[in-house]
């Protein structure tokens, strides 16, 4: 269980630079995927379900394509996905850097989220910390070539 408190939160798309946007108001548009039932928010006193309004990505616009940070995924990494490239018609994703909220997931999910992330034809996924090492594996076996697992102190070029 996770309980923060109200922050003020990015609601809108917001431009920070030339080709680099911050997203939020991700909705969940894939059945298999939804937000965690076990965070909670105290609003005043109160605990309620969080329904991770608060999450966000941030997307950066290199050479025609997309890479795509993404913190926790919570709405579901492929329902993010999708929606980046709603907003983004046209565009291929070329990197997707994400926690992929996949640790404690049940197989059938991480297998959709798979086929999913084959069917995106992305070019680079870097599957990170609430992925979970049997997800990451699972991804890495499935996407190989693809798929570049991270350690804290790597970097990559994007």
Same mark, same amino acid.
């Given at each position: 269980?996770?309980?923060?408190? %109200?922050l &003020?939160?990015?609601?809108?798309n917001l431009?920070?630079?030339?080709?680099v946007?911050?997203?939020?108001n991700?909705?969940?548009?894939?059945?298999?995927?939804?937000?965690?039932?076990n965070?909670f @928010?105290?609003?005043?006193?109160h605990?309620?379900k969080? &329904?991770?309004?608060?999450?966000?990505?941030? @997307?950066i616009? !290199?050479h025609?394509? =997309? @890479?795509?940070f993404l913190?926790? %995924?919570?709405p579901? @990494?492929?329902s993010? =996905?999708?929606?980046?490239?709603?907003?983004y018609?046209?565009?291929?994703i070329?990197t997707v850097l &994400?926690g992929?909220?996949?640790?404690?997931?049940?197989?059938? !999910?991480?297998e959709s989220?798979?086929?999913h992330l !084959?069917d995106?034809?992305?070019?680079r996924v870097?599957?990170?910390h609430?992925?979970?090492?049997g997800?990451?594996c699972?991804?890495?076996?499935?996407?190989?070539?693809?798929?570049?697992?991270?350690?804290?102190?790597?970097t990559?070029?994007?």
């Amino acid at each position: 269980v996770f309980i923060k408190n %109200s922050l &003020a939160i990015n609601q809108k798309n917001l431009a920070i630079a030339p080709g680099v946007a911050l997203h939020g108001n991700i909705p969940v548009t894939v059945s298999f995927e939804g937000v965690s039932q076990n965070f909670f @928010v105290d609003t005043g006193g109160h605990l309620e379900k969080d &329904a991770m309004g608060d999450e966000q990505m941030l @997307v950066i616009e !290199r050479h025609g394509e =997309l @890479v795509i940070f993404l913190g926790c %995924s919570h709405p579901g @990494v492929v329902s993010c =996905l999708k929606y980046a490239l709603s907003l983004y018609p046209g565009k291929k994703i070329n990197t997707v850097l &994400a926690g992929m909220h996949l640790k404690n997931a049940s197989p059938s !999910r991480i297998e959709s989220t798979i086929s999913h992330l !084959r069917d995106l034809n992305i070019s680079r996924v870097i599957p990170l910390h609430c992925t979970g090492q049997g997800a990451i594996c699972k991804i890495g076996l499935a996407m190989k070539g693809q798929c570049l697992p991270l350690c804290a102190g790597q970097t990559i070029e994007i």
